[in-house]
């Protein structure tokens, strides 16, 4: 069975990194695009950032252009959120989807938490 799972959260300070990794099994990784999204306290859920099958084309929300990176290794399965200058504002926790064969999949989520 598909199976998403993501870690690599934790708590930073504002203005510091992390690296989000979500590891897929169940799957033909490699045909897939993936995603990330997350959900803030009291918000709806949003899309962050999506890559195609082959890692060619990303695209991310307007509040993350430029300081977070998605990206993926298909030998390993994985797929990444480099997450650079991080606000407070950033503060949610983030979930890996795939949709296969028409159903969507996503994982267990990893906290994030931005404060000093």
């Known amino acids: 069975q598909v199976q998403l799972v993501e870690s690599g959260g934790g708590l930073v300070q504002p203005g510091g990194s992390l690296r989000l990794s979500c590891v897929a099994s169940?799957?033909?990784?490699?045909?897939?695009?993936m995603s990330w999204y997350r959900q803030a306290p009291g918000k709806e859920r949003e899309l962050v950032a999506g890559i195609t099958a082959a890692g060619g084309v990303t695209n991310y929300i307007d509040s993350v252009q430029g300081r977070f990176i998605i990206s993926r290794d298909n030998a390993k399965n994985t797929v990444y959120l480099q997450m650079n200058s991080l606000k407070s504002d950033d503060t949610a926790v983030y979930y890996c989807?795939?949709?296969?064969?028409?159903?969507?999949?996503r994982g267990q989520g990893t906290q994030v938490t931005v404060s000093s």
């Open positions: 989807y795939a949709t296969v064969r028409g159903l969507r999949y």
């Open positions: 169940g799957f033909t990784f490699s045909n897939y695009p």
